[in-house]
């Protein structure tokens, strides 16, 4: 498993008048369930690209821990790509 940390994240999309995700925080440790509720357009769906690096972290940060490597990934606005750290 792996701790994840949204730290100030957003992501708007080309077209769209607002951000998909917008300054979003949130921490997910290791062995936590959490499931995202909200009304539509608030960026829950937005959320699980970004982690899997299939979508842009527009600014902020999303850092994921794996224990068993000891390496955090990190995702940022400066690259758009994982680069280990």
Known sequence: MATVDFRNVTR?????????????DLQIRDGEL??????SGCGKSAA????????????GRILIER?????VHVFSCASGQRAPQ
């Open 34 to 39: 959490l499931v995202l509720t909200g009304p």
């Open 12 to 24: 708007n999309y080309p077209g769209m008048s607002r951000p998909a995700a917008d300054r979003f």
């Open 48 to 59: 699980l690209p970004m982690i899997a690096g299939l979508e842009p972290v527009d600014s």
């Open 67 to 71: 224990p068993d490597s000891g390496r």
